[in-house]
């Protein structure tokens, strides 16, 4: 059944009236490469292609029929073209020209196409979509890009720019790649889509979402691959600098410097208007050192550059402060899109200037920072202006994570400055706040917590992955001392924002209080009664179900915060007290959510990184847990195979050895009389004079069934070894459990010894050798006894 080729013939009239399950088995049928076959070209796949611009020429009018017929048309065309490159080639042209030929008629009628119709955008993204398919597909194949693409592009660049600026979020995805792909082709358009992306820019830019404002700022990065100032990159006429390469990312970082110039304006009218700068030394140098933007701007630079109206601030309407707050926004954006964008020649960035807008932005606070004092008694002012600069230091904290993305250990230079600047994030309370950066008052700072709630866990979401970023990839345990306080006060803030927040407040008590049941009045207790139901029925549950009105923190919160945690506690030597806030945090959290990894994770930090703690919380994580390979290890160590065998040998041999040993002791007491009496005659010998041993060389042979050892020489002292009579004495013992032989020969060497080294002490002769104090080898297990000489 699977090699039965179905006939296009019986497949083709069903596609006008084919819908829903009918269709997608259509277009599956089609995918297969049995219809790979260029006889079929002039029969079934040319009827296949008229059907297809039948159903792309469909007549649009009120008539939904149509529509869903345009629809079909394009799913079909991209079907064929994907998976059938005979269809591609033979028919590609004039599926194309179909396609734009309705791509034309929607842009020319955008507002009767699209908008008045309840299917009108959707068709429009579907023959964008089925254009960008071909065109990619048409793309790299010589003869077809030459024949079928190249002379499509100009109709399809101009619909495309006219209606981005209707359509951003189908159209620039689109434009982006033919800027990239096509950008020769796409320079005479180049002036109209910029002022397209000005007007979405300036005036239109908040009324998108955030995916589209990136698309935005992404298309104007990419924008500046066309070189507009031609002239200028070729107006060197000296001879003798002709030879040198232009570099082509003039255009690009011209507009980066630019952009760059735009932030001190704006901090200067905060300086001006809403802080005081003098009270702060660091910051009026971070302030003088941004760029300002230059006064000589030729004519065709001024073309394409961004018109931004000026900032209408008004104190008396506080809420427009807002306005720096969005202006810095679209600056931060187009700029991250000029730095991470990737373009196919290298590019100069300006880091250290970006660098300091960052700490610039990141420093505008009112921990040390106080406000102008014309302001300081204005409370709606205050309150505005308290809102408004954690917003604005959160753009710093975005540049700084874009910088760390891009760059990368570019940034282990400014790392210091990061961690510092990122420390100004954190609100404090106001009872520590100082007129100057010094030390005491940092590290006694208290947190503002109450302000770290009303900030966005996104936004410390952010601080925290850059942070742990930069502790994990490039500075290690190598922390400096100065930059514990950013970590301790970083790990309590992200501590808080775990914890589960009542969002009844004082609401309840407030309402107790202001409703009194006991009146003194009795004729209007009714009335009374009717009234405290009608304001406190809806709100009885504030009271009887108080549990019920909480904040809770989010899965992905919990993620980000345990990373965090962990890397903490893995690179930074933190105190007692915080070491036991995560470990409790850890615990009570593992045993609430068991399914959630990054609380497993965390605890196992623990285990590994126990800091300056002394109690080790594995067996509460053997019990948590139970399955953890890790775990399980360090509770019951394993050491190899073949380690605890050779250990067990070494065991028994030693065991072995010891036995041997008694055995050989108990059946060597039956000779020592003789042995005794032999030794009497040779101390007596030597104390006469007759004979002088001063070295006794004993050659132990030890013969086994198995195995027979190498002779050992063992050199003793005379103290502890005698001789007898007979030059060479063998010594046969029998083993009774083990039926082995031992035979033990004692060479003895008789040389002359000075009468200076014999003495006698306590009545008795000891013969001392100064020379060997060796000991007796391992294979000499006899214990001679002391002899009592003096009476012979």
Known sequence: MSDTLIPLSLIIPQLESASGAEFEAILKILRSKKYVNQSLLKSDLSLLSAKILKLLNAVSSNNDNADFSVWKGCHLAMVLCTYNPVFLCAYSNSILTALCHRFQLLSDDYTGQVVNKPCGRAILKTVVFSITIITDLLRGKPALTRECLTPKLPLIISNLVYLSKYEPEICLPVIHKLLQKNTVTFKPFANKFFQVLNSLIVNNFFYFNLETQQLITDSFAVLHLIKFDIKELNSEK????????????????????????????????????????????????????????????????????????????????????????????????????????????????????????????????????????GLRRDEEVTSVITNVLPKIQFKGVVLLKACLDTFGGCMVPYTTNILNSLEQYIPLLSSVKASKHTDQHVNNAKINYFKCTDILSYEFGIVFKITSELLKEYIGKNTIENESTLFAKLVDVALHLTQSESLIGSTAQVNNNTINPSLSSKKNNKRISKQQNAIMGSMSDLYSHPGEFYKYSSLSLYDEINNFLGNMVKYVVLSSTQQIKITKYAIVNCVKFKDVESFKKLVKYLVLYPGTEKVSILPIACSLLKDDE????????????????????????????????????????????????????????????????????TTLKLSEEENTSEPIQLKGNEDKIFKRKQDDITIEKEDEEQDETKRIKISVTKTDIPPSEIYVKNDKDVIKNSENEDKDSDGSDFEIPELDVSED
């Open 238 to 373: 000296d001879v003798t600098k002709q030879h040198q390469k232009k570099l082509l990312d003039i255009q690009w970082r011209k507009e980066v410097n630019w952009i760059l110039a735009q932030f001190k304006p704006i901090v200067e009218l905060i300086k001006v208007s809403l802080l005081d700068f003098s009270a702060d030394d660091q910051i009026s140098h971070l302030y003088e050192s941004l760029p300002r933007a230059e006064k000589s701007v030729s004519d065709h630079d001024e073309k394409f550059v961004l018109k931004f109206p000026a900032l209408d601030l008004d104190l008396n309407e506080p809420v427009s402060l807002f306005q720096i707050e969005k202006r810095l926004d679209i600056l931060c954006k187009l700029l991250i899109s000029l730095i991470r964008l990737p373009t196919p020649f290298p590019i100069r960035v300006p880091l250290p200037v970006i660098i300091n807008v960052s700490e610039v932005l990141l420093n505008l606070t009112t921990n040390f920072l106080p406000l102008q004092k």
């Open 630 to 697: 890790m775990i399980e290890i360090l509770r019951n160590p394993k050491l190899p195979i073949n380690f605890i065998q050779n250990a067990k040998k070494i065991g028994e041999e030693k065991f072995s050895k010891e036995e041997e040993s008694e055995d050989e002791d108990e059946e060597g007491e039956a000779g020592e009389a003789e042995d005794v009496i032999g030794g009497k005659e040779a101390i007596n010998s030597i104390v006469n004079g007759n004979s002088t041993e001063t070295n006794f060389v």
